[in-house]
């Protein structure tokens, strides 16, 4: 292995410990083998979790960094579009705790994220047409097969006197 990446559904407030805010792809870690960095692994890493977050209609892609990991903010800063600092302010907890405060006094980490799309609602799914044999016409009906028209005599007086020949046989 060259390298993997951590991640779960989340909100936004896991960041700092509190419930609130809104769904989002929090990313614990990602980590690369030093001789396969900077070799476009890392991006393509990072644009993967955005298709997942943005198929499972998530909000947010976040990346909680210590502050000391000056590569990896650069890396999520500079290298990646869409990422900002995120100080967590419009994160409304359910338990009353305010995220940004826990964040600010923490001190040892940041949060840098992208904010992706709302989610659209999901298209209605439309059934594959079955196509379906066309309906028999009341032509097709009538010209059916019968004894009649099956017999190399096709006039009426025709079957008439052929029917007669098989009661006869029956006699």
């Known amino acids: 292995a060259v390298g993997y990446v951590q991640f779960r559904f989340s909100?936004?407030?896991?960041?700092?410990?509190?419930?609130?805010?809104?769904p989002c792809v929090y990313v614990m870690d990602i980590q690369l083998e030093p001789e396969v960095q900077r070799k476009g692994l890392g991006r393509h890493l990072v644009r993967t979790l955005e298709?997942?977050?943005?198929?499972?209609?998530m909000m947010h892609l976040m990346?909680?960094?210590?502050?000391?990991?000056?590569?990896?903010t650069a890396f999520?800063?500079?290298?990646?579009?869409?990422?900002?600092?995120?100080?967590?302010?419009?994160?409304?907890?359910m338990d009353g705790s305010d995220a940004?405060?826990?964040?600010?006094?923490?001190?040892?980490?940041?949060?840098i994220s992208k904010p992706l799309d709302?989610?659209?609602?999901?298209?209605?799914?439309?059934?594959?047409?079955?196509?379906?044999p066309p309906a028999a016409?009341?032509?097709?009906?009538?010209?059916a097969n019968t004894p009649e028209k099956d017999s190399?005599?096709?006039?009426?007086?025709?079957?008439?006197?052929d029917y007669a020949s098989k009661l006869d046989d029956f006699s």
Request: with cysteine.
């Open 63 to 72: 990346f909680p960094v210590t502050v000391a990991d000056e590569g990896a």
């Open 152 to 161: 190399p005599a096709s006039s009426a007086g025709a079957a008439q006197s």
């Open 51 to 57: 298709m997942v977050a943005r198929k499972q209609r």
């Open 100 to 111: 940004a405060q826990l964040i600010a006094e923490d001190g040892t980490f940041i949060v």
């Open 118 to 132: 709302a989610p659209k609602p999901a298209p209605a799914q439309q059934a594959t047409p079955v196509k379906q």
């Open 76 to 93: 999520l800063l500079n290298g990646m579009k869409g990422f900002a600092k995120d100080d967590l302010k419009s994160v409304e907890s």
């Open 137 to 143: 016409s009341d032509a097709d009906l009538s010209a």
């Open 11 to 22: 909100l936004q407030g896991e960041a700092v410990g509190c419930l609130g805010g809104e």
